[in-house]
């Protein structure tokens, strides 16, 4: 069984080249610089392909978005790039905030994987040019929250018995006082949608990557064992709601002709509570990823569907049925 508490585990960490102003103040020699160096290191480590933003579609530029490969900012650059690995497990965004981003993404509770990845690449990219570094404080970042080793490790996680207990207030105050944060699915500033939050790391200034990565994953393994208490208990005080809500919600994705985006999530949510409270069985439906590849420019991708609004939640209910009954 697909355990949905911890979704995804993120590693990222912040680079700067030596004597070459940060993005906002960049030229065009120092832009190529930027370039070459990332993608020179990027061809030891992996199989890379490189994307200018500037030369992208309005679509793939969105695509990118929605399956985190690239942030909303370094969408809006005329003069950013992103290069990935074949398999998408590994991005590193160019001149968004600083100028070489670099993640790696690994499914469930994941970070020394992800960082093992990772930190080949960055071995690669110091062989391959000098960067902004202190002796003292370490790597030299665009935001002082990044300075040091530059790293921001994160999990995504999957809460609703602890928001449904109105238990985030604790949570956040918690995670404060071991130097943690937490956010919005998206990052800072959003809310947390469909009950998803991020962990992660609050600096990076005095601590180690090692001692970052075992913070955040001692903070995710006492969160899980938090929320299924928590939501073993809002389910004993809601059975009758709850079993309903999780029933509709199965009824509706294995029937419906029509699903929007909004709808689909939100029933996603629902079903999701009701697999980890053993009322539903779909060990074969990884719903997590189902909902990513039924986002708007995914599902484009995926069905060649017409890129409106009916076509568009056509295409969706018809592959969330096929997922889910194997009919269509």
């Not at 992800?114 to 570094?133: G, I, Q």
């Not at 809460?159 to 956040?172: E, R």
């Not at 929320?227 to 009824?251: F, G, I, P, W």
Request: glycine share 6%.
């Amino acid at each position: 069984m697909t355990d949905y508490t911890v979704i995804t585990s993120r590693v990222r960490l912040a680079r700067n080249l030596a004597e070459v102003r940060f993005p906002s103040r960049i030229n065009a020699g120092e832009v190529e610089k930027v370039y070459r160096a990332a993608f020179s290191a990027a061809k030891e480590v992996f199989d890379p392909t490189l994307y200018q933003i500037g030369s992208l579609s309005e679509e793939e530029k969105c695509y990118l978005v929605e399956r985190h490969l690239i942030s909303p900012m370094l969408a809006e650059s005329p003069y950013g790039g992103v290069i990935l690995s074949k398999d998408r497990q590994l991005s590193v965004m160019l001149l968004e905030e600083d100028h070489i981003r670099s993640q790696c993404f690994r499914k469930g509770l994941a970070l020394e994987d992800a960082f093992a990845s990772l930190k080949e690449y960055d071995l690669a990219l110091r062989a391959k040019c000098r960067l902004a570094y202190d002796k003292k404080i370490g790597y030299l970042t665009a935001c002082p929250t990044n300075v040091g080793t530059g790293m921001r490790a994160s999990v995504l996680m999957f809460l609703p018995g602890i928001a449904l207990n109105a238990g985030l207030n604790d949570l956040v105050e918690e995670l404060k006082a071991a130097g943690l944060t937490i956010r919005g699915a998206l990052g800072e500033g959003s809310e947390g949608d469909g009950f998803c939050y991020q962990i992660s790391n609050a600096v990076s200034l005095g601590v180690s990557e090692e001692t970052i990565l075992n913070r955040v994953s001692s903070a995710a393994e006492k969160i899980n064992h938090i929320e299924k208490n928590l939501l073993q208990k809002y389910y004993q005080q809601n059975r009758n709601r709850l079993e309903d809500s999780v029933a509709r919600a199965v009824a509706i994705l294995s029937s419906a002709k029509l699903l929007s985006q909004e709808e689909l999530e939100s029933l996603i949510v629902s079903v999701k509570i009701g697999v980890i409270l053993g009322l539903v069985d779909m060990d074969h439906v990884n719903l997590d990823d189902l909902a990513l590849l039924c986002k708007p420019y995914s599902l484009v991708r995926l069905t060649e569907c017409e890129n409106t609004s009916e076509a568009r939640d056509f295409a969706r209910a018809r592959t969330v049925r096929k997922t889910i009954t194997d009919k269509e």
